[in-house]
């Protein structure tokens, strides 16, 4: 192939990859929305979930100089989840800090236990969230900037699914946010019982 068909072959792959997770978004949304798809909770391996999320992320975040980090106790205890929908979440609060975080930012993803629950947070470098503005994140095809220009690409609907699924688990997702410094998300999961 000559290097200008090379070029058009990769732009054509770029925006069949943002067209696969348009649709499998929208599927997942419709679905969340209109109750057809239940959670089928199991005991879960978070160790497990999270380095395949984790692993997923540093690779994502090495093509855009972005250092990614993991903090997990090595006796950290299952948790009762949909193994599925909560790796989909937290891949979609990976992705996004990767994405609001500038080149050579940082990027922490932490599980710990405390008061009888399973805490996961997703913190990052980034641009952060004006507060008067993190409800509206959470709103479906909602971008913060809206405007044809904006820098950001996306549907506006990850976040808005993530807080659906997590509260489908009987929790909330959080976020704590300062402009020009960074943005925590997390939420909380039930240990099985031993």
């Given amino acids: 192939l000559h290097p200008e068909q090379q070029e058009a072959l990769q732009v054509m792959e770029r925006s069949t990859r ?21 959670l089928d909770l199991q005991p879960t391996s978070l160790i497990d979930l999270l380095t395949s999320s984790y692993e997923r992320a540093v690779a994502k975040g090495s093509q855009n100089k972005i250092q990614v980090a993991m903090q997990i106790p090595p006796d950290m205890p299952r948790v009762l989840a949909d193994q599925d929908k909560i790796t989909w979440v ?14 050579n930012g940082e990027v922490l993803l932490i599980a710990s236990q405390k008061d009888c629950l399973v805490r996961i947070s997703v913190s990052d470098t980034g641009i952060g969230i004006p507060e008067d503005k993190i409800d509206e994140a959470f709103q479906p ?5 809206g ?3 904006r820098k950001y690409s996306g549907t506006g609907l990850g976040l808005s699914l993530a807080g659906k699924i997590i509260k489908s688990h009987g929790s909330s997702i959080s976020v704590v946010s300062q402009v020009g410094e960074g943005s925590q998300f997390y939420f909380h999961l039930n240990p099985v019982p031993l």
């Fill in 90 to 103: 937290v891949n979609q609060l990976l992705d996004n800090a990767i994405k609001f975080t500038n080149p």
């Fill in 141 to 145: 095809f909602h971008q913060l900037d």
């Fill in 18 to 38: 943002r067209l696969e997770g348009l649709v499998e978004d929208l599927i997942l949304f419709s679905m969340i929305e209109s109750d057809q798809s239940p």
């Fill in 147 to 149: 405007s044809s220009t």
